[in-house]
């Protein structure tokens, strides 16, 4: 009998250890910031959407990307030239082609983009660790050559 309640109290505490550890890893993942799917957010949105981005499109997208501690890893607002791509032919990350699809001109999005969409378990050494979730704060400046009356300029206060 004494052997079966030390059975039954080691199990109640292996229980326990095994939940508090649950949950520890639970919280630790939660600050962190990664994420599992691809999150878009409108930060602003121009009145009128006269240009959208579609697949097959020539854009033209200001960005800073940083990982989720905050640093900065690239920026093309601070080189002052966007970078232009065809949007869904696989040019650039999966977590781009997809997360600026149907973008306006002068639209600025945060895109929380997972691993699994970025650069995966490899990462791009010396500054993007594998399995990092990327954040990009965009602005799309043009599509196909077309783009909107004061876009792009300097002022990325509100990204």
Sequence with gaps: MKKL???IQISAITGISILVLLIAATLVSAKSGDVTELQ????HRPASCEIQAHK?????????GKLTDGSVFDSSFERGTPFDFELGSGQVIKGW????????????RKLKIPAKMGYGDRGSPPKIPGGATLIFDTEL?????KG???VGGDDNSEL
């Design 40 to 43: 878009i957010g409108v930060k």
């Design 5 to 7: 309640a030390n059975v």
């Design 148 to 150: 909107a009356a004061g």
């Design 141 to 145: 400046i043009a599509v196909n050559g």
């Design 56 to 64: 097959g499109d020539k854009i033209k997208v200001h960005y800073r």
């Design 97 to 108: 082609d997809q997360g600026l699809l149907g973008m306006c001109v002068g639209e600025k």
